[in-house]
């Protein structure tokens, strides 16, 4: 176990790409993991009514359970909701549940409706500080739309990580993304940047990977990691354990990986 570098305030990284499948809630609980087990304390915010962050850090998260439904779309607190992971001692998830499927529409009418997340996590992160239990990072996992459940997450976040799969058409679509997100930032939220890429199910036995990763790195040199998640089958099969990779087969490429994107993500620290 290394030790990382902390960072001097919580970071707060949405993970999001209007792709499915692309690894966003993989990339989400294993970087989490990765963070949490090498001394951060991480907060991962279930943020897609499909809940498959929640299954796969091993939380409750049957229909009557508190959720971030009712943070977004009640009056509840984060640390009404908030559960540990059975892995870390360090790592935390606010579960989703199929409540949420619900929320983008009932969000509509609401006062605020973009900021309803953002409030919720600064009170929250200011009560953590306060009694010396500071969050060094929260992560957002979005579900595969740009509806009012992923805009408060843009709010919410001063980062974005875009995790792109090395696999046929992996840039469409992301000129789309970019411009909301550059929406956001217009009217919404002015820190908010693309602090990270992170190529995914990489595989070096085909051009096509590579002809991916390379194109990536042209259009993205500076937000690139430098490391990139292998195609693993151990990666897919942990959530089915309720476990992260990490923790699932700690020396299997794909953990050693993701644990590699965490300390690079925690080594370049937060955009300036
Ligand atoms: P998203 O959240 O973007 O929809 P997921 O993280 O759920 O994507 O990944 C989609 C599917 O691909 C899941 O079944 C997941 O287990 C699998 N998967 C993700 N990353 C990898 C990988 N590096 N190697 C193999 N399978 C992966
Ligand atoms: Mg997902």
């Known amino acids: 176990i290394d030790t990382l570098p902390k960072p001097a305030k919580t970071r707060v990284i949405t993970v999001s790409n209007q792709k499915g499948g692309v690894g966003k809630t993989t990339s989400t609980v294993n970087l989490a993991a990765g963070l949490a087990r090498n001394g951060a304390r991480v907060l991962v915010i279930d943020l897609d009514p499909q809940g498959n962050a929640s299954t796969a850090l091993g939380v409750e998260h049957r229909a009557e359970t508190a ?61 953590t500080e306060a009694e010396d239990r500071r969050f060094d990072y929260v992560f957002i996992d979005c579900p595969p739309s740009l509806g009012l459940l992923t805009i408060n997450a843009f709010v919410a976040a001063q980062e974005v990580l875009i995790p792109i799969q090395c696999e046929y058409y992996a840039l469409e679509g992301l000129s789309q993304l970019l411009r909301n997100i550059q929406l956001i930032e217009k009217h919404l939220n002015p820190v908010l940047t693309v602090s990270t890429i992170l190529l995914t199910m990489y595989d070096g036995r085909t051009n096509l990977s590579q002809q991916v990763a390379a194109d990536v790195r042209e259009h993205f040199p500076k ?50």
């Open 67 to 127: 959720s971030v439904y009712d943070v977004v779309v009640g009056e509840s607190a984060i640390a009404d909701v908030l559960q540990k992971s059975p892995e870390f001692d360090q790592l935390f998830c606010v579960p989703s549940t199929i409540h949420l499927a619900g929320a983008e529409i009932e969000l509509v009418s609401l006062v605020a409706r973009e900021q309803r997340l953002r409030t919720a996590l600064e009170t929250f992160l200011q009560v």
């Open 223 to 272: 937000e690139v990691l430098t490391t990139m998640i292998p195609r693993s089958v151990r990666i897919s099969e942990a959530p089915g354990y309720g476990q992260t990779v990490i923790s699932y087969d700690t020396n299997s490429p794909g953990s050693v990986s993701y644990l590699e994107a965490a300390a690079e993500l925690a080594h370049r620290g937060a955009p300036n």
